[in-house]
């Protein structure tokens, strides 16, 4: 890392997701904004005024001047965006998805080894209280996973992410979040879905069953007017939704269970309880994670590995979807 008393970082596409960026990376001690980049440069300009920060016309010049970039620009530019910040070893944060495909997230990582620099994937769904609660209490426990249920619906905007379909967008969340709930392989997967608004995909149903017997489904449309998230998951004591708009979560748990050998064939002493849930706002968390892993405390909760592992299977998905729902495994394992 250069030495600067703060770590600089500098913003790249400040469209939905980017503005935030600026607007967190403004006012975190320890940091430094150096500056935004975006090639629409009214849509910079207007950043800027709300920020006080620099805008650069130069992406090079922006880059002279940062230890770490935040990447919020189309998908289709991630791949050459990424390499030419890792290939100058700077600290990248992608927002997901990590490339536009698997090939391409896989040079992003290699890249990233060899530079010996983080890169992290804006996996937000992972820093949001109600998912982070659901993880905790999983892991305090030592249930089985049974089912994991994902339901992402959103009303269409036709203003964001036009060059990713409703997988790439959307269902990449939940199935990260799957992949680490379950804590196993895939075994298979089948998926179907179909375009509504666009030319792309519009909304999706998936399913994947995992080597531990854990099934993972997934709902998920960007063509509904509601917005729906959650997140399901089921043990055999405890079912727990996490709603990650309300940030909540309610658990459901089972002190007795079935015996059969004893004549014991119902659960028993159900109990309802809201699990506190902190009022936090994940992508300021997110980029908590970022600052620490580039300090070398911890890795983050979501490095380009993992975030290839999502991408790895969204791509099976993909395929099963074109097949028409066809049952598919995975060639090798990336879990």
Same mark, same amino acid.
């Given at each position: 890392m250069k030495n600067h008393k703060n770590l600089r970082i500098g913003v790249i596409g400040v469209g939905t997701m980017g503005q935030h960026h600026v607007r967190i990376v403004s006012n975190t001690p320890g940091v430094t904004l150096a500056g935004l980049y975006d090639p629409d440069a009214a849509r910079a300009a207007e950043i800027c005024s709300r920020h006080g920060c620099v805008s650069f016309t130069d992406l090079d010049a922006l880059l002279d001047r940062c230890d770490a970039v935040c990447i919020a620009s189309p998908t289709v530019t991630h791949l050459d965006l990424g390499k030419k910040c890792l290939e100058r070893k700077l600290h990248v944060l992608m927002?997901?998805? $990590?490339?536009?495909?698997?090939?391409?997230?896989?040079? +992003?990582?290699?890249?990233?080894?060899?530079? @010996?620099?983080?890169?992290?994937? @804006?996996?937000?769904?992972? =820093?949001?209280?109600?998912?982070?609660?659901?993880?905790?209490? +999983?892991? @305090?426990? &030592?249930?089985?996973?049974?089912?994991?249920?994902? %339901?992402? +619906?959103?009303?269409?905007?036709?203003?964001?992410?036009?060059?990713?379909?409703? $997988? =790439?967008? $959307?269902?990449?969340?939940?199935?990260? +979040?799957? $992949?680490?709930?379950?804590?196993? &392989?895939?075994?298979?997967?089948?998926?179907?879905? %179909?375009?509504?608004?666009?030319?792309?995909?519009?909304?999706? =149903?998936?399913?994947?069953?995992?080597?531990?017997?854990?099934?993972?489904?997934?709902?998920? @449309?960007?063509? &509904?007017?509601?917005?729906? %998230?959650?997140?399901t998951v089921t043990t055999p004591r405890m079912f727990l939704v996490a709603d990650t708009l309300d940030k909540t979560l309610m658990m459901h748990t089972a002190e007795q269970l079935p015996a059969m050998d004893d004549g014991i064939c119902l659960m028993g002493n159900i109990r309802a309880e809201q699990i506190a849930v902190p009022d936090e706002e994940p992508l300021r968390s997110e980029l908590e994670d970022f600052f620490r892993a580039i300090k070398g405390e911890a890795a983050p909760i979501v490095h380009g590995q993992r975030a290839l592992a999502a991408m790895e299977t969204l791509d099976l998905l993909s395929r099963s979807i074109a097949a028409g729902g066809k049952i598919l495994e995975p060639e090798t394992s990336s879990n």
């Amino acid at each position: 890392m250069k030495n600067h008393k703060n770590l600089r970082i500098g913003v790249i596409g400040v469209g939905t997701m980017g503005q935030h960026h600026v607007r967190i990376v403004s006012n975190t001690p320890g940091v430094t904004l150096a500056g935004l980049y975006d090639p629409d440069a009214a849509r910079a300009a207007e950043i800027c005024s709300r920020h006080g920060c620099v805008s650069f016309t130069d992406l090079d010049a922006l880059l002279d001047r940062c230890d770490a970039v935040c990447i919020a620009s189309p998908t289709v530019t991630h791949l050459d965006l990424g390499k030419k910040c890792l290939e100058r070893k700077l600290h990248v944060l992608m927002e997901k998805p $990590l490339a536009h495909d698997p090939a391409s997230a896989a040079e +992003l990582v290699d890249l990233a080894a060899k530079a @010996g620099v983080v890169l992290m994937v @804006g996996h937000v769904e992972r =820093y949001n209280p109600a998912v982070i609660k659901l993880m905790e209490t +999983l892991k @305090g426990s &030592s249930e089985e996973i049974i089912s994991v249920d994902c %339901r992402r +619906l959103a009303p269409f905007d036709g203003s964001r992410c036009i060059d990713a379909d409703v $997988l =790439y967008d $959307l269902m990449i969340h939940d199935v990260d +979040l799957a $992949l680490e709930i379950a804590n196993s &392989s895939v075994l298979n997967v089948t998926a179907s879905g %179909r375009p509504v608004f666009s030319d792309k995909t519009d909304v999706a =149903y998936a399913r994947i069953e995992f080597e531990n017997r854990a099934v993972a489904v997934f709902w998920t @449309g960007k063509c &509904s007017p509601k917005k729906v %998230r959650t997140i399901t998951v089921t043990t055999p004591r405890m079912f727990l939704v996490a709603d990650t708009l309300d940030k909540t979560l309610m658990m459901h748990t089972a002190e007795q269970l079935p015996a059969m050998d004893d004549g014991i064939c119902l659960m028993g002493n159900i109990r309802a309880e809201q699990i506190a849930v902190p009022d936090e706002e994940p992508l300021r968390s997110e980029l908590e994670d970022f600052f620490r892993a580039i300090k070398g405390e911890a890795a983050p909760i979501v490095h380009g590995q993992r975030a290839l592992a999502a991408m790895e299977t969204l791509d099976l998905l993909s395929r099963s979807i074109a097949a028409g729902g066809k049952i598919l495994e995975p060639e090798t394992s990336s879990n």
